[in-house]
């Protein structure tokens, strides 16, 4: 027992979680018809975590269809477990209303937010924020103009009556921060992508982060990240940043697995579409990096699946770590799927919600 503890501890800076041994479901209820993301944040050490989901189609009239449902750019969902089974409610502005909106509002109608990672610190929740705009009506049209910090100055309450304070981290359209955030000693440190015409071909992750004692001041200001002569510089991320992992995405996660003292960073294959969840490790948050390893194949792709959609791509593939058995070293991942044809997503409701699979992570093969 008393190793079970100190493992959770080290899983979880902060926090003392138990490993939960509930696989983690999305059932569509209470208006909330799908979504995609899906990172997870431990809240406390009981089991409670928030769920951040990206795009989301929610209605208010009890039926179960997409077609005239709206979309908004962000919900979240509060999940419980007691270790038998979970309890999951879900989030958003206006719910039961006509006039629904994203539970983080960037409070513009040209943009909206999309949730990347976030972290517990000092009892409040920070999570970052992707602002984007769309340039056109597919599900490629669109481009990310920025970056802001949410502050959750009271996450222990019911989110209907959480503090949310916005701060901008910067204003740019081909950097991601925030696509996965690890807190280590007296900064947050936040993995960056590069996403734009010159890098989708390749996405490169780098680092940057911010000192703690900065947070509720001024989170730009304390902006820092990792140049090619390894030295912390000021600002955020530049064309000198050092490049720590190559073939990278726009989502991923990177956790601390004391089963392999390691880190693990967990992330769909960088192509398109992506086919395969790769697992890379490294001893330090900057690496180096090992080269990916496959650890698990989508097989939405396989025509024989009842699944199988031509139109049909999947992409978000993310850890959830406090769903890692530290006596087997298998754990959660999700990962969501979209169809290029509209029409499909409205019509079929199983795709468009986080899929989770257990796998073994942690493993002498994947080292």
């Known amino acids: ?35 995609d993301a899906a990172y997870s944040i431990p809240l ?129 359209t081909n950097v991601l921060t925030g696509i996965s955030t690890v807190v280590r000693g007296d900064h947050a440190y936040l993995y960056a992508c590069r996403d734009d015409g010159a890098n989708k071909g390749n996405r490169s992750i780098s680092l940057g982060r911010i000192a703690l004692k900065a947070l509720d001041s001024d989170p730009a200001a304390g902006l820092e990240y990792l140049n090619q002569q390894n030295a912390w510089v000021p600002g955020s991320i530049h064309e000198d940043a050092k490049v720590i992992m190559d073939r990278g995405v726009t989502e991923m996660t990177v956790r601390w697995h004391p089963n392999c003292s390691c880190w693990v960073a967990i992330q769909m294959s960088n192509e398109f579409p992506a086919r395969e969840i790769w697992r890379r490790e490294a001893p330090h948050l900057e690496g180096p990096w090992s080269e990916p390893v496959p650890i698990f194949t989508i097989p939405e792709y396989r025509p024989s699946n009842p699944e199988y959609g031509a139109d049909r791509f999947f992409y978000a593939g993310k850890e959830h770590l406090e769903f890692l058995n530290p006596s087997n070293g298998v754990g959660v991942v999700t990962y969501a799927g979209l169809a290029a044809n509209m029409a499909h997503i409205a019509t079929d409701l199983k795709i468009y919600v986080p899929e989770p699979v257990q796998l073994t992570i942690d493993a002498t093969k994947n080292r």
């Open 44 to 172: 406390d050490t009981s089991n409670r975590a928030v769920w951040l989901f990206g795009d989301t189609f929610v209605r208010n009239d009890g039926k179960m269809s997409r077609a005239g449902a709206r979309m908004i750019g962000n919900s979240i969902a509060i999940r419980n477990s007691d270790g038998h089974r979970q309890t999951i409610e879900y989030f958003w502005q206006g719910k039961n209303s006509a006039s629904p909106d994203a539970f983080f509002s960037s409070g513009s109608g040209g943009s909206r937010f999309w949730p990347e990672d976030g972290f517990v610190w000092d009892g409040k929740l920070y999570v970052c924020l992707t602002q984007v705009r769309n340039t056109g009506d597919g599900p490629f049209d669109f481009q990310c103009i920025g970056v802001t910090m949410a502050a959750v100055a009271n996450p222990q309450e019911p989110p209907a009556r959480w503090h949310i304070h916005y701060s901008q981290l910067y204003a740019r």
């Open 1 to 35: 027992m008393l190793r079970t503890i100190a493992i959770a501890a080290a899983l979880l800076p902060g926090l003392a979680a138990a490993y939960d041994p509930v696989l983690p479901s999305f059932p569509l209820q209470d208006g909330w018809l799908g979504a």
